[in-house]
């Protein structure tokens, strides 16, 4: 963090923004520089690199698009509801040209587990953007965006965000059926002025609605569906990556982490919040009640998609196979991952490739690890179906 930005909170920390608080009578300077626009922010921030965005479009790579988020952070950590309110804020950013521009948006808090504040003290966010207003940035065009946040000021938690953000660029690389995410360097700036400025890590998602028009499919609201719902091949890939993560944290029956996009071929199961796996491992995460007779520890992987026929399990390693090197070079080139953290998640996933490479293993642990179930005696689908591992 700058250290003329911490200058700055001690020497006016009530005029931030004056759309959202105002300076007052009078107007406040620093350094000769007129506060009352949101736009010297950028100046102020040292570490925001001059120039142009790196980035030319949002969800196109792995750089990191960097900018300046501002509003009532005080306001938005207390307000844990499910239903919380939108408060006005702002996002100062640089645009293709390299000038500053400024975007208001609307904030509000998101999520369930990480929006409790005996977990997150910085709970996720959820962007709203004025879909009718252009303002030439990477941000032109968009509606809703989440924003996954770092949960804690540390160093420990922002590495977990970048482990979250690694699950997602694997499914990323094993199907265009999943959710884009972009990295992003944010500079938090509380225009309440009592919280510190934060530098962190964080990554946006792609809106589930953006996905469904990328794909050319709609999202259902489905509150139950049987496995024998979805494509077979797109529901075997599912279940053999939440294995491979390391998650039994999600439910197809009752969408649980799970968004549900139809496609002229059939359902398909698009998974989402992978903080519970093992290869992130957060400090919070465990098994939970359902799987805890099959494993100790969150990095314990036990397998949990339902025994369905026609599965053709050999097609869908085929797939993980093939994305092999993909996935393990994202693991070791993650950007912001450090080597220590970068080396344990290769060797998570190379235990997964190692399972797959034995063929008794592999029948041992998946196939034959499945969970039995049948519709007709089997009223509740999903995660909640009965059933265990065999």
């Known amino acids: 963090m700058g250290k003329s930005i911490a200058v700055f909170f ?170 884009r995410v972009q990295l992003a360097r944010i500079t938090y700036l509380d225009s309440s002025g009592e919280n510190d400025p934060v530098t962190r890590m964080a990554f946006l998602i792609e809106d589930k609605d953006a996905l469904a028009a990328r794909l050319g499919g709609m999202i259902m609201d489905a509150p139950s569906t049987y496995p024998t719902d979805f494509v077979l091949n797109q529901l075997s890939l599912f279940y053999v990556y939440q294995f491979m993560v390391g998650n039994v944290d999600w439910g197809t029956g009752t969408s649980h982490n799970v968004e549900i996009l139809r496609l002229e071929d059939g359902h398909h199961p698009v998974p989402y919040d992978f903080d519970w796996t093992g290869l992130v491992d957060a400090p919070y995460a465990g098994p939970n009640e359902l799987t805890e007779h099959y494993h100790d520890e969150v990095r314990d992987r036990v397998y949990w998609g339902v025994c369905v026929p026609g599965i053709d399990y050999q097609r869908t390693f085929e797939r993980f196979i093939v994305a092999k090197e993909a996935v393990l070079a994202q693991a070791r080139n993650q950007v912001g991952l450090s080597e220590r953290n970068a080396r344990s998640a290769v060797e998570y996933l190379e235990e997964f490739y190692d399972i797959l490479d034995d063929e008794r293993d592999a029948r041992a642990v998946i196939i034959s690890a499945c969970r039995r179930w049948n519709i007709k005696n089997d009223p509740t689908p999903g995660l909640v179906s009965g059933g265990t591992p065999s």
């Open 10 to 179: 001690l020497l006016v920390p009530a005029c931030l923004l004056s759309v959202i608080g105002g300076c007052g009578p009078a107007e406040a300077v620093w350094a000769g520089i007129p506060l009352s626009d949101p736009l010297q922010f950028l100046h102020l921030e040292q570490e925001l690199r001059p120039g142009p965005q790196a980035v030319e479009e949002l969800f196109s790579s792995d750089k990191v698009v960097e900018f300046v988020l501002a509003g009532d952070f005080s306001r938005l950590k207390k307000d844990r509801r499910q239903e919380s309110e939108e408060i006005p804020g702002q996002i100062a950013v640089r645009g293709p040209d390299g000038a500053a521009v400024e975007v208001p948006i609307q904030l509000r808090t998101r999520g369930k587990f990480r929006l409790q504040k005996r977990i997150c003290s910085d709970p996720p966010l959820r962007l709203n953007f004025p879909e009718t207003e252009r303002f030439g940035t990477l941000f032109d065009g968009l509606d809703k965006l989440k924003l996954v946040t770092h949960c804690r000021d540390s160093d420990r938690y922002e590495q977990n965000l970048l482990e979250e953000y690694l699950a997602y660029r694997i499914y990323n690389h094993l199907t265009d059926i999943s959710f």
